[in-house]
């Protein structure tokens, strides 16, 4: 439900499923949840359908004959009178393939057939408030008179880069390419994300990826990502698994050319907020202290918080 924040807000759920027992399923699951729901059993019907009403939230089918989830999802996230929407994939398998490739075209969760009541309801209360949450930043930032990115142009990124690391601003090799073992890790995954929430705790920043200690520019190829959208859309999924899709409105990342190098650039800016870094059922809070990243205990986050 919509909070005090955003009362009278849509509250519509469209739920799509080409089989009618499994919409049916759906609809007794969430009609006493006083959410008005909205049913389409393809694609092209859903699309129709939320171009007209804008959902806040879509439970969407993977496997319909036509236009399936995936392609629907794309679809929904590429038009900009649709793409706030959070989508809930529906799937009988959840494979690891089926979740990254549902994450890569812009769904936020998974719900496994057979569904049950709980869970339906849990998935679709956490990802309303996600999307109510949100667009309250989204307000707050626009009406923020600090709220604004820096222009990065040629000129401004060189002085940025030449100044070297410090309290607002930190360079890092890879995303996600360990460079000593020649491998994909998660933990260089984290570095990144743990200095962004940072940022955001604090007073804003820079963080560069594809950039040295020493500010010299090593490029994007050793990540291994096709291509530039590729690159930037695993960077948004990480950004939203970890540190919540609620935050993308104080977050700014590009990627840029550097030394005739490509590198992503990432703008934060001053969270109203307390941002936490989530991963492996683990809850950090970060803030900047000097040129590093600092972990805080439980009881310094409360004094944080309330001190900001």
Known sequence: MPDSATEGAPNHILLVDDNLDNLQVLFQALENEGYELLLAQS???ALRIAREVQPPL??????MPGMDGYETCRQLKADPVTDKANIIFLSAHGSLDDKLTGFEAGAVDFVQKPFQFEEVIARV??????YYRERSLEKNAASSGEGAFTNLDENRLKEVLAGGEGDSVEFKSTLRHN???GKTDKKIENASLKTIAAFLNTSGGFLFVG???EGNALGLEPDGFPNQDRFLLHFSNLVHSHLGGEFAPFIRGAIVIVERKEVLAVECLPSPE?????RDQDEVFFVRSGPSTKTLLPSEVVAWVTRK
């Open 43 to 45: 694609g092209e019907e």
């Open 125 to 130: 209360r956490i990802q309303l408030a996600a």
């Open 211 to 213: 950039v040295d200690d």
């Open 58 to 63: 879509v439970l969407l089918d993977i496997n």
């Open 274 to 278: 307390p941002v936490y870094f989530r």
């Open 179 to 181: 460079l000593h073992t």
